[in-house]
């Protein structure tokens, strides 16, 4: 079946430290990948997400490739803030079955 | 536009118990989801409702959960009765249109505790 595999937190860094979180996943199909994330007492928010191979999505900084060789979708921020302190989650989406990693919380100290 | 709403918060119940979570969704949004994240581990799928008609509830753990979505408007999800194994935080989803391509929005979710 399908599944999502993120790498397992807490990861802590300082600001302006370079971050990646690590997702692979396994799908039939071709399936469209998000990450979501959870800032402190809010809900879950989709961040970026890529539809097809070799689409890249971005925001707020963040960026993740769609890469099916090696059924990847690595989130990358070049220079974190504190208030990127979250729990980040990875998500595919195939024939509306949605399946979510375990999540990895970042904390970043000023 | 109200985004989507769960009450209550938190919740601390004894086992044996029963609680009621309630979501409201996005006004119009026909879709909504049950989600819950157990002990830190991944978001799982409860079920998802199609305005008032439950489309799949494959995710349903067993039958101590039930859930209603009467009139298509808020939804219920009952657990009695309630179990240490079900702490965890409950979210919930909706959408316009079927699929996450259409984009999902989530509350900020309930924590159940049972002790």
């Known amino acids: 079946g399908n599944s999502v595999t993120q790498m397992e937190g807490p990861v802590t860094l300082s600001e302006e430290a370079f971050l990646t979180i690590n997702c692979t996943y396994t799908?039939?199909?071709?399936?469209?990948l998000f990450w979501y994330v959870q800032y402190p007492g809010e809900g879950l928010q989709l961040l970026l997400k890529?539809?097809?191979?070799?689409d890249k999505g971005s925001n707020k900084g963040f960026e993740a490739t769609y890469r099916k060789e090696t059924t990847s979708f690595h989130l990358e921020k070049g220079s974190v803030q504190v208030s990127d302190s979250a729990v980040y989650f990875c998500?595919?989406?195939?024939?509306?079955?949605?399946?979510f990693g375990a999540g990895t919380r970042l904390t970043v100290k000023p | 536009e109200a985004g989507v709403t769960q009450f209550p918060s938190h919740s601390v119940i004894e086992k044996g118990q029963t609680v009621t979570l309630r979501c409201d969704p996005i006004?119009?949004?026909?879709?909504l989801y049950w989600y819950r994240r157990v002990m830190g581990k991944e978001i799982k799928f409860l079920l998802h409702?199609?305005?008032?008609?439950?489309?799949?509830e494959s995710g349903m753990p067993n039958n101590r959960f039930l859930a209603e979505r009467t009139g298509g408007t808020y939804s219920t999800l009952k657990v009695q009765p309630a179990e240490l194994e079900d702490s965890g935080v409950y979210f919930c989803?909706?959408?316009?249109?079927?699929?996450?391509?259409?984009?999902?929005?989530f509350g900020s979710g309930t924590r159940l505790t049972v002790v």
């Open positions: 989803a909706s959408s316009q249109r079927t699929g996450a391509n259409y984009g999902y929005t």
């Open positions: 799908a039939t199909g071709y399936p469209s």
């Open positions: 890529a539809t097809k191979a070799d």
């Open positions: 998500a595919l989406c195939s024939a509306n079955d949605m399946r």
């Open positions: 006004s119009g949004h026909d879709n």
């Open positions: 409702f199609v305005k008032e008609s439950k489309q799949d």
